[in-house]
């Protein structure tokens, strides 16, 4: 059995981090990665999010040129199926073409070992990948999450889209149903509409972007609204339906809507399952998250660290690569704490929401006397 200092489960923005800073402090490392090296963020969430989101800013620029008084007369856009498909061939350039091939390169000359295939923790200080056991002196966890998929009557995962198959697609559809109206949702819906899609968002709380200020959120509604954008707000989807290849919702207010796409955009889980966690006793805490101290250590454990979006605490590529830091310096024998009562958030739509700390219904839930 191969052993090392560091074994790294999961290749994103907390597994890099820590794998290269542990590496270049002169201990052992092998990063275990089942699918592309570098995680979700630069195949299929970041990188072609915001590719998209220029693209529909710049073309929504163009056809409102003449209002700002940048041209004498209205510039005339090409069809938008065909630009979505000059954006989508753009979008996966930005993407790497989805080749981590340099990246393996960059992580092997740092030193790096890197396996590919799902690793399963089989006891303490050893997992399994695909038949071949590894040891470990300490053990980081860094999976990522999912995409979480309601339970709805009918709706089935082979039918619809998350933002994976979003930022993959190659056509624009002609419409679009989303559930979920956070930032994910909000982004997406506002690209497709300014391509010329048809787009409903179905959103469960009230407003958009319920963690937010509700004024910020009644701006950014009015900004989708004005992209052509149909917004139904507290609203619940009580079925899924599929007829002559189109996707339906049925609301709890009875009203039926149908679209050639049915996208799910209502949340993240982490990625937990067939990991073994239960073979050093841990268990998922609040929302079937793993708990951290922080330090990022798994609490009850003395060589187990977990970042990133398993830990619930903000999922963002930002914060995981702000835990990679925390588990390196740890890892190095240093006392590093993460502190993450500033971490900032943004939805990228146009224009963009940015925020951070407290919110203040937050803040007031927390006690605090606000101004």
Known sequence: MDTYDVVVLGSGSVGETVATIVARGGKSVALVEQELLGGECPYFACMPSKAMLYSAEIRHRI?????AGAVSRPLVLDDGRLAYRAAASRRHEVADRLDDSARLAELRAQGIVVHRGRGRILRPGALDIGGRALGWTDL????GSVAEIPEIEGLDRHLIWTSKEVYTAPELPGSALILG???VGCEIAQILARFGARVTIVQKPPRLIPREEPAVAAILADVLRQDGIDLRLNRTASRAELSAGKAGLV????SRLTADRLVVATGRAARLDGLGLE???IRPGRGGFVDVDDHCRVRGQQHVWAGGDITGIAPYTHTASYHGRVIAANLLGRNARADHRAIPRG??????????CLSLFAAREQGYDIV
């Open 63 to 67: 056809g409102t040129a003449e209002i």
């Open 140 to 143: 980081v966890i860094s999976v």
């Open 181 to 183: 109206g956070g930032p």
């Open 251 to 254: 609301l709890d207010d009875g």
């Open 279 to 281: 073979a050093l006793d």
């Open 347 to 356: 939805v990228y739509t146009d224009p963009s929401v940015s925020c951070v």
